[in-house]
């Protein structure tokens, strides 16, 4: 059983009344801040910049590198979001090799 409150209900209620669903409205979640056009493309510019050359030191930029020069939380460049799911692209981290 579960423990509905009458508010809830008539909220619920009254939510069906008006839109004729109970879904949320379009919109009404929280606004997306970091995954703009502007940072997209900024991440997208300083990421395919480096493409000509990968292997160069001067050229090459980290992640961390990339949200440091656009003024971005790096989870938001990085692997999860502008770089990974607005580009399509992938991360690598450079390593040394051991002898």
Same mark, same amino acid.
């Given at each position: 059983?579960?423990?509905?409150?009458?508010?809830?209900? %008539?909220?619920?209620?009254?939510?069906?009344?008006?839109?004729?669903? =109970? $879904?949320?409205?379009?919109? &009404?979640?929280?606004?997306?801040?970091?995954?703009?056009?502007?940072?997209?493309?900024?991440?997208?510019?300083?990421?395919?910049?480096?493409?000509?050359?990968?292997?160069?030191? %001067?050229?090459?930029?980290?992640?961390?590198?990339?949200?440091?020069? =656009? $003024?971005?939380?790096?989870? &938001?460049?990085?692997?999860?979001?502008?770089?990974?799911?607005?580009?399509?692209?992938?991360?690598?981290?450079?390593?040394?090799?051991?002898?």
């Amino acid at each position: 059983m579960k423990n509905w409150t009458k508010a809830g209900i %008539d909220t619920l209620l009254k939510k069906l009344e008006e839109t004729g669903s =109970t $879904d949320r409205k379009r919109g &009404s979640g929280r606004p997306k801040m970091a995954c703009t056009e502007e940072n997209v493309s900024a991440v997208e510019e300083l990421v395919l910049s480096q493409e000509d050359q990968p292997q160069s030191h %001067d050229s090459h930029h980290s992640t961390r590198q990339i949200a440091q020069e =656009t $003024d971005l939380a790096q989870a &938001s460049v990085g692997l999860v979001r502008i770089v990974h799911r607005d580009l399509g692209l992938k991360c690598f981290k450079r390593r040394r090799v051991k002898n």
